[in-house]
Nanobody, 122 residues
Framework: QVQLVESGGGLVQAGGSLRLSCAASISILWSINAMGWYRQAPGKQRELVATITRGGSTNYVDSVKGRFTVSRDNAKNTVYLQMNSLKPEDTAVYYC???????????????WGQGTQVTVSS
């Protein structure tokens, strides 16, 4: 019914850039509210990186402000994360997240992608 597919992770040197994409496959019974990105480094808790509402309002964790940019294409049900000036401490598995609502059903439901590895070498 709902599937989030991420792409764009990889290995990059410090100071480099990567662009992550996450495409949501949903039926016409669903619509997407907020979308965003989280990350989890080894031995650490998953943390919020950036979110974006359907209207385009964004929110970032302080450590990525000025370096990362979240955007979305509502027509394609896709969210992006442009990551510039990458640092070794950005190394983590990055997860896409989407908040969905189903027609005729109260409440919202959060779905996760499978995760994509981002490794930044020093």
């Amino acid at each position: 019914q709902v599937q989030l597919v991420e792409s764009g992770g990889g290995l990059v040197q410090a100071g480099g850039s990567l662009r992550l994409s996450c495409a949501a496959s949903i039926s016409i019974l669903w619509s997407i509210n907020a979308m965003g990105w989280y990350r989890q480094a080894p031995g650490k808790q998953r943390e919020l990186v950036a979110t974006i509402t359907r209207g385009g309002s964004t929110n970032y964790v302080d450590s990525v402000k000025g370096r990362f940019t979240v955007s979305r294409d509502n027509a394609k049900n896709t969210v992006y994360l442009q990551m510039n000036s990458l640092k070794p401490e950005d190394t983590a598995v990055y997860y896409c997240n989407a908040e969905l609502v189903r027609v005729g059903v109260p409440g919202a439901y959060k779905y996760w992608g499978q995760g994509t590895q981002v490794t930044v070498s020093s």
